[in-house]
């Protein structure tokens, strides 16, 4: 601090040089004496109020410089101009008199300068007054006359940054209004300085409504690369998670909102968030109470209503020990929703626990939409993340959450399913130790897509749920004939997308890389998939492309069928070989066509008779 001051005592010294430097010059003046003592009087206020700064800045914690920075170099600018115009009329050589021409003109200029000078001082002195009641002050300094932003947001931070705890909130307020939609402005906040402010306002604590401005402010920051990296670079990853862990509803909510939005944005941030462990305390609030009606249920259905106080005395006593590192770390089992009740019920000396339960359940559930929301940008592209939210039982409670919630909580819930069945598909590693075909976790999550597939005509929801079982195909035996069941069923949907998602996952089950492809193969014909693909090659481009694919993986695996056969799928090929222009499809679809000549001698008689 002592080193900035330093500095800050350097930058204005150069200011005040110059006006000591004045009053000899004007002095020695023996033309424009008048103007000469005029414009004197304006540099020695000028000086007087550098002094008063001066003070101001050496006393002043956590000051704000940025302000002062570029006012003093617009001063010290002004005031050097003013000294090189009084020095010209002091007596010189017959030469530099007729070659130097000064005028009044010149005087009423710099008068003007100075004038201007004197007004951003005033200004400067008013933000940093400590005995400004008012707090944010939003009168407009020369300095800032073109672009009146600069001033309001130089105020804002310096209220944010040095006033008390009421004006940093309302400044921190002012600033989220004032940058929201406006891309501009929020380049203008970040550059002038305003992140450190607003991470110390939520890292401090002071009160929830400090730290919900606070989180708001960033939130409305944070929806671009660099000024996401800008917060990064601060600190704010750890800031945010330290808040995240124990801290009223609201400001969770709000904070999960920003770890979204930043994650979202920033893959460095996501990769930070993701070292700081924010998974976890992420799943735990989303599973607050998901599975505590399960538990109660549980033990209820064991005892008789005589012992029901009983289990209440053990409720309390289970709340003062914490979970052991193996229960923690164990595999998806089936003591998941013993684990997340005794997990909750251990943080017994959170002093938010019972405001978390008393809670509104309208608030409760923006929480977890918010927290949901964290973790599906957190899994997206990320194996490592997605691998962190399956150790932490985290499939489990989605699963619960899309069998019990609606609306965007399960959407949100679906699209962190999708990322991480999206990751499993890529790192088998995950996929082996995720979705084990006798893993609790893994069969509710299938069992809840199905559902979801099945009974939603909704294709917000049905398309992410579509994309999970594809990116499941190589999880699933050949006995698991449901799955394919129902997406061959979701092949003839009258939303053409549905149609077309139906139809990629299965070419994920149907795919040379798929070890089981030949028998499921054989069940989407089975389950009469073929003439519904064959209705899907008049459709619109989408359709048409990944119907082609799928067809000619039945081909390749399944060339003697009869349904192929019947349904004239050489022909079909054969017909879309001569304007396929798809370079997936350049030499599939030529494949497919051999393999079904090697089986259909009387394809020749079908060419002429289908009609595409």
Same mark, same amino acid.
């Given at each position: 601090?002592?080193?900035?001051?330093? #500095?800050?005592?350097?930058?204005?010294?150069?200011?005040?040089?110059?006006?000591?430097?004045?009053?000899?010059?004007?002095?020695?003046?023996?033309?424009?004496?008048?103007?000469? /003592?005029?414009?004197?009087?304006?540099?020695?206020?000028?000086?007087?109020?550098?002094?008063?700064?001066?003070?101001?800045?050496?006393?002043?914690?956590?000051?704000?410089?940025?302000?002062?920075?570029?006012?003093?170099?617009?001063?010290?600018?002004?005031?050097?101009?003013?000294?090189?115009?009084?020095?010209?009329?002091?007596?010189?050589?017959?030469?530099?008199?007729?070659?130097?021409?000064?005028?009044?003109?010149?005087?009423?200029?710099?008068?003007?300068?100075?004038?201007?000078?004197?007004?951003?001082?005033?200004?400067?002195?008013?933000?940093?007054?400590?005995?400004?009641?008012?707090?944010?002050?939003?009168?407009?300094?020369?300095?800032?006359?073109?672009?009146?932003?600069?001033?309001?947001?130089?105020?804002?931070?310096?209220?944010?940054?040095?006033?008390?705890?009421?004006?940093?909130?309302?400044?921190?307020?002012?600033?989220?209004?004032?940058?929201?939609?406006?891309?501009?402005?929020?380049?203008?906040?970040?550059?002038?300085?305003?992140?450190?402010?607003?991470?110390?306002?939520?890292?401090?604590?002071?009160?929830?409504?400090?730290?919900?401005?606070?989180?708001?402010?960033?939130?409305?920051?944070?929806?671009?690369?660099?000024?996401?990296?800008?917060?990064?670079?601060?600190?704010?990853?750890?800031?945010?998670?330290?808040?995240?862990?124990?801290?009223?509803?609201?400001?969770?909510?709000?904070?999960?909102?920003?770890?979204?939005?930043?994650?979202?944005?920033?893959?460095?941030?996501?990769?930070?968030?993701?070292?700081?462990?924010?998974?976890?305390?992420?799943?735990?609030?989303?599973?607050?109470?998901?599975?505590?009606?399960?538990?109660?249920?549980?033990?209820?259905?064991?005892?008789?209503?005589?012992?029901?106080?009983? /289990?209440?005395?053990?409720?309390?006593?289970?709340?003062?020990?914490?979970?052991?590192?193996?229960?923690?770390?164990?595999?998806?089992?089936?003591?998941?929703?013993?684990?997340?009740?005794?997990?909750?019920?251990?943080?017994? $000396?959170?002093?938010?626990?019972?405001?978390?339960?008393?809670? #509104?359940?309208?608030?409760?559930?923006?929480?977890?939409?918010?927290?949901?929301?964290?973790?599906?940008?957190?899994?997206? $592209?990320?194996?490592?993340?997605?691998?962190?939210?399956?150790?932490?039982?985290?499939?489990?409670?989605?699963?619960?959450?899309?069998?019990?919630?609606?609306?965007?909580?399960?959407?949100?819930?679906?699209?962190?399913?999708?990322?991480?069945?999206?990751?499993?598909?890529?790192?088998?590693?995950?996929?082996?130790?995720?979705?084990?075909?006798?893993?609790?976790?893994?069969?509710?999550?299938?069992?809840?897509?199905?559902?979801?597939?099945?009974?939603?005509?909704?294709?917000?929801?049905?398309?992410?749920?579509?994309?999970?079982?594809?990116?499941?195909?190589?999880?699933?035996?050949?006995?698991?004939? #449901?799955?394919? $069941?129902?997406?061959?069923?979701?092949?003839?949907?009258?939303?053409?997308?549905?149609?077309?998602?139906?139809?990629?996952?299965?070419?994920?089950?149907?795919?040379?890389?798929?070890?089981?492809?030949?028998?499921?193969?054989?069940?989407?014909?089975?389950?009469?998939?073929?003439?519904?693909?064959?209705?899907?090659?008049? $459709?619109?481009?989408?359709?048409?492309?990944?119907?082609? /694919?799928?067809?000619?993986?039945?081909?390749?695996?399944?060339?003697?069928?009869?349904?192929?056969?019947?349904?004239?799928?050489?022909?079909?090929?054969?017909?879309?070989?001569?304007?396929?222009?798809?370079?997936?499809?350049?030499?599939?679809?030529?494949?497919?066509?051999?393999?079904?000549?090697?089986?259909?001698?009387?394809?020749?008689?079908?060419?002429?008779?289908?009609?595409?």
């Amino acid at each position: 601090m002592a080193s900035e001051e330093k #500095r800050i005592a350097d930058e204005l010294s150069y200011p005040i040089l110059f006006a000591e430097q004045f009053r000899s010059a004007a002095d020695d003046a023996k033309s424009f004496k008048l103007e000469c /003592i005029e414009v004197g009087k304006y540099v020695e206020r000028l000086k007087q109020m550098l002094r008063t700064l001066v003070r101001l800045a050496t006393t002043t914690p956590s000051l704000y410089e940025r302000p002062i920075r570029r006012v003093i170099a617009e001063v010290s600018k002004n005031l050097e101009r003013a000294l090189t115009l009084v020095r010209k009329c002091k007596r010189q050589s017959v030469l530099r008199r007729v070659v130097t021409i000064v005028s009044a003109a010149d005087f009423r200029k710099v008068l003007g300068l100075l004038e201007s000078s004197m007004g951003d001082m005033r200004w400067l002195l008013s933000v940093f007054d400590s005995e400004n009641t008012t707090g944010i002050v939003l009168s407009l300094p020369p300095i800032a006359s073109n672009d009146p932003i600069i001033a309001w947001v130089w105020s804002y931070i310096a209220t944010l940054q040095m006033a008390q705890l009421t004006e940093r909130v309302e400044a921190a307020n002012e600033l989220a209004s004032l940058v929201k939609d406006n891309d501009r402005n929020k380049k203008i906040v970040v550059d002038e300085g305003g992140v450190p402010p607003l991470l110390k306002l939520l890292k401090e604590g002071a009160s929830p409504d400090a730290q919900v401005a606070a989180a708001s402010a960033l939130h409305t920051l944070a929806d671009e690369l660099d000024r996401v990296r800008s917060i990064v670079n601060e600190l704010g990853v750890q800031i945010v998670v330290q808040a995240l862990g124990d801290s009223p509803v609201r400001v969770q909510s709000q904070l999960a909102s920003l770890v979204a939005r930043m994650a979202e944005h920033d893959p460095l941030a996501q990769e930070c968030f993701a070292r700081e462990n924010v998974i976890r305390p992420l799943v735990t609030i989303l599973s607050f109470e998901t599975f505590a009606d399960d538990h109660r249920d549980q033990q209820l259905g064991k005892q008789s209503i005589h012992s029901i106080v009983q /289990i209440n005395k053990e409720m309390e006593k289970k709340s003062l020990a914490r979970p052991s590192s193996r229960q923690y770390s164990n595999s998806n089992g089936s003591s998941n929703s013993n684990y997340y009740y005794s997990y909750y019920y251990n943080s017994e $000396g959170s002093k938010h626990r019972r405001e978390r339960e008393n809670e #509104r359940p309208e608030v409760k559930l923006c929480l977890k939409i918010s927290c949901a929301e964290a973790l599906w940008k957190l899994a997206r $592209g990320s194996v490592s993340n997605s691998r962190t939210i399956t150790d932490t039982k985290g499939l489990l409670c989605l699963a619960k959450l899309v069998e019990k919630e609606e609306g965007e909580l399960r959407y949100n819930c679906l699209m962190t399913i999708m990322e991480i069945t999206a990751a499993a598909e890529s790192n088998a590693d995950l996929r082996r130790a995720a979705f084990r075909t006798n893993s609790p976790a893994a069969k509710a999550v299938v069992d809840q897509l199905l559902k979801v597939i099945r009974e939603l005509d909704s294709q917000v929801l049905q398309i992410p749920a579509i994309k999970s079982m594809g990116s499941l195909a190589r999880t699933f035996p050949a006995r698991e004939t #449901r799955v394919i $069941g129902q997406l061959v069923s979701q092949l003839g949907h009258r939303n053409l997308d549905v149609a077309a998602e139906a139809a990629i996952a299965l070419s994920k089950f149907a795919s040379p890389d798929n070890f089981l492809r030949t028998e499921h193969s054989k069940t989407i014909i089975e389950f009469n998939g073929v003439p519904t693909l064959m209705r899907m090659l008049r $459709g619109n481009e989408l359709t048409l492309l990944h119907g082609l /694919i799928l067809l000619c993986y039945l081909a390749l695996h399944t060339s003697n069928s009869e349904a192929l056969e019947q349904a004239r799928v050489l022909t079909a090929l054969e017909g879309a070989d001569h304007s396929v222009v798809n370079p997936e499809l350049r030499e599939l679809v030529p494949n497919a066509i051999r393999h079904l000549n090697l089986y259909h001698a009387g394809a020749l008689s079908q060419r002429h008779t289908f009609v595409p």
